[in-house]
């Protein structure tokens, strides 16, 4: 089961570009990166998800290096409504199912 | 609007009762899944079903039961409840064969309250 590590909470303010890093030296083979975000009171949602290289959508981009030990989450151009937690997870291959593994995640606090 | 719903919203309960959860996953997803959300542990797996059929168990105490029906709506059972149990319960669900292994649909949760 690969761990992973990454900042307990990150300021930044309106109308910046946010990058979380999270470390997960320990991802297998075929163990995908995912990102979810997750506002007060509701359940998680999903952003986005990556093998390697970078992946990009509407909502952010997921940079991912060649040894996979590491991954960036960005969030371009911030505003007061980001203001959330945010996990990274790696996909445990040792089950059957695709159950998601949380972490403490990353409290990300957007200041106007 | 994950498409996922749980009712209750709220639960209020004493100890040593017994609760039931119960979710309706998104139109056509066959996995479900359950989750608690406490201050002190986080946001941990508890168990997911397959179209029916229990898939993988994370840490759900044995008070706990879920099953999950043929017309996928899954119930989670609560028993002799415990101050500890008071948490949020995520019910969420996952397509078959979607583009993302790992993106599944979650829902508002039911806030149970032990006292």
């Known amino acids: 089961l690969a761990k992973t590590t990454q900042p307990i909470s990150m300021d930044s303010y309106e109308g910046q570009e946010v990058n979380i890093t999270c470390s997960h030296n320990n991802i297998a083979t075929n163990d995908y990166i995912t990102w979810y975000q997750q506002f007060p009171s509701q359940g998680p949602r999903f952003i986005i998800q990556?093998?390697?290289t970078k992946v990009t959508n509407e909502v952010a981009s997921l940079f991912i290096p060649a040894d996979r030990k590491s991954s960036t989450l960005s969030l371009p151009r911030v505003s007061l409504s980001d203001t959330a937690v945010y996990y990274c997870?790696?996909?445990?291959?040792?089950?059957?199912?695709?159950?998601?593994?949380f972490g403490g995640g990353t409290r990300l606090m957007v200041k106007p | 609007d994950s498409g996922v719903t749980q009712t209750p919203k709220h639960l209020i309960t004493a100890t040593g009762q017994r609760v039931t959860l119960r979710c309706s996953p998104r139109s056509g997803d066959l996995s479900v899944y359950w989750y608690q959300q406490s201050l002190d542990q986080g946001l941990q797996f508890l168990i997911q079903y397959y179209n029916g059929e229990e898939r993988a168990k994370g840490n759900i105490l044995e008070r706990f039961s879920a099953q999950q029906f043929p017309d996928l709506h899954s119930e989670l059972n609560l028993s002799s409840l415990e101050l500890g149990d008071s948490a949020l319960y995520f019910c969420?669900?996952?397509?078959?064969?979607?583009?993302?292994?790992?993106?599944?649909?979650f829902g508002p949760g039911t806030r149970l309250t032990v006292t």
């Open positions: 969420a669900s996952s397509p078959q064969g979607g583009s993302h292994p790992y993106e599944q649909y």
């Open positions: 990556g093998y390697k």
């Open positions: 997870l790696v996909g445990d291959q040792g089950n059957a199912g695709n159950m998601l593994t």
